[in-house]
């Protein structure tokens, strides 16, 4: 399977055939990228590879009104496909890459709209303190046991199974800022630097890094920080604030059981009773819609075989509404 452009997409890009060129070209690069490198730290996570990027893409198209489309420039569509390739794309990050984040400087550099980023390992270093005063709950959350795990050296060229699920959750933590830096700074790669994105567009492959980053953060909380000389409405012909609400709600859409095919979850073997609950809850989803005749309302339709699923759906569900506010 291949990334595909959808035609309202398309249609929109025909306006700039030199941005047109270059968003396919970035949907190529980064199907190659997460199809090759699989998600290393998130052997039990739902779906966060090609198909889910792929049906963002088509959420974000079915959502935005004709009305809308007739407004869109190409530098929006340029910026909506690289922030919805880019926003969970850290979760394909390899272990070489990682310690090349932690420990390359580069990567500590300011990203927009975000200018006060702590320093790669100073996040590492408290990340690694807060594993050291887990208690025996916190490694039932990861192992469903108590099984206290020791981090591995930055640098260290073997990683076992069990440090690797607790380093996701570093990743987890940090996957949308990850998501800007790789915007602006390229993919962390064993003792290097992979540019992904063409720096003849840095401004707008930037812009592109605050929206993906952006869709883990309540709408008003990061559209403030960009609220200077109105920049949140309209910003390099890109209509900023309307994409990141787009994004987020088309991502919040794929809260169903197609991300948890049924016959994978009966053999996948879980120890981590987080990622069991969250196959449940995906699994019970009969439908994410917008179909309802009050056009602002995300109607999610489940089957919920036990109360523990449907409190932690009513909770997800109550978490959307206060992001997308």
Same mark, same amino acid.
């Given at each position: 399977?291949? &990334?595909?452009?959808?035609?309202?997409?398309?249609?929109?890009?025909?306006?700039? /055939?030199?941005? !047109?060129?270059?968003?396919? !070209? &970035?949907? %190529?690069?980064?199907?190659?990228?997460?199809?090759?490198?699989? /998600?290393?730290?998130?052997?039990?996570?739902?779906?966060?590879?090609? +198909?889910?990027?792929?049906?963002?893409?088509?959420?974000?198209?079915?959502?935005?009104?004709?009305?809308?489309?007739?407004? +869109?420039? #190409?530098?929006?569509?340029?910026?909506?496909?690289?922030?919805?390739?880019?926003?969970?794309?850290?979760?394909?990050?390899?272990?070489?890459?990682?310690?090349?984040?932690? $420990? *390359?400087?580069?990567?500590? =550099?300011?990203?927009?709209?975000?200018? %006060?980023?702590?320093?790669? &390992?100073?996040?590492?270093?408290?990340? $690694?303190?807060?594993?050291?005063?887990?208690?025996?709950?916190?490694?039932?959350?990861?192992?469903?046991?108590?099984?206290?795990?020791?981090?591995?050296? @930055?640098?260290?060229?073997?990683?076992?199974?069990?440090?690797?699920?607790?380093?996701?959750?570093?990743?987890?933590?940090?996957?949308?800022?990850?998501?800007?830096?790789?915007?602006?700074? =390229?993919? #962390?790669?064993?003792?290097?630097?992979?540019?992904?994105?063409? $720096?003849?567009?840095?401004?707008?492959?930037?812009?592109?890094?605050?929206?993906?980053? $952006?869709?883990?953060?309540?709408?008003?909380?990061?559209?403030?920080?960009?609220?200077?000389? *109105? !920049?949140?409405?309209?910003? +390099? *012909?890109?209509?900023?604030?309307?994409?990141? =609400?787009?994004?987020?709600?088309?991502?919040?859409?794929?809260? /169903?059981?197609?991300?948890?095919?049924?016959?994978?979850?009966?053999?996948?073997?879980?120890?981590?009773?987080?990622?069991?609950?969250?196959?449940?809850?995906?699994?019970?989803?009969?439908?994410? *819609?917008?179909?309802?005749?009050?056009?602002? +309302?995300?109607?999610?339709?489940?089957?919920?075989?036990?109360?523990?699923?449907?409190?932690?759906?009513?909770?997800?569900?109550?978490? @959307?509404?206060?992001?997308?506010?």
């Amino acid at each position: 399977m291949k &990334l595909k452009l959808p035609i309202k997409f398309e249609k929109v890009l025909e306006q700039d /055939t030199k941005l !047109r060129a270059e968003t396919l !070209r &970035l949907v %190529s690069e980064f199907f190659d990228w997460m199809y090759e490198n699989k /998600t290393e730290f998130f052997p039990e996570y739902t779906d966060h590879g090609v +198909l889910h990027v792929q049906s963002v893409l088509d959420t974000a198209e079915e959502i935005i009104l004709d009305e809308s489309f007739k407004i +869109l420039s #190409p530098e929006d569509i340029y910026v909506l496909v690289s922030a919805v390739l880019l926003h969970d794309c850290a979760m394909h990050i390899s272990k070489n890459g990682l310690w090349e984040l932690i $420990s *390359n400087n580069r990567f500590n =550099g300011v990203l927009f709209g975000f200018s %006060s980023d702590e320093e790669w &390992l100073h996040r590492w270093n408290n990340f $690694s303190s807060d594993v050291n005063r887990f208690e025996e709950s916190d490694w039932y959350k990861f192992f469903g046991e108590y099984q206290p795990v020791t981090l591995p050296n @930055i640098g260290d060229s073997s990683i076992s199974d069990d440090q690797k699920i607790v380093i996701g959750d570093f990743v987890r933590r940090y996957h949308a800022c990850i998501a800007q830096v790789i915007s602006t700074y =390229g993919i #962390p790669v064993d003792k290097g630097v992979h540019e992904v994105f063409n $720096s003849e567009f840095n401004p707008l492959n930037q812009l592109a890094g605050f929206v993906a980053r $952006s869709h883990n953060y309540g709408l008003r909380q990061v559209k403030d920080k960009i609220s200077h000389n *109105n !920049r949140d409405r309209m910003y +390099l *012909n890109v209509h900023v604030s309307f994409l990141m =609400g787009v994004i987020r709600i088309a991502d919040y859409m794929q809260f /169903t059981s197609k991300r948890t095919p049924k016959k994978l979850f009966e053999n996948k073997g879980f120890c981590s009773p987080i990622s069991i609950a969250e196959w449940e809850k995906h699994l019970s989803i009969i439908s994410t *819609n917008d179909a309802d005749p009050d056009q602002e +309302l995300l109607f999610v339709e489940a089957t919920p075989d036990d109360a523990k699923t449907l409190v932690g759906i009513n909770f997800f569900t109550r978490w @959307i509404s206060e992001r997308a506010g």
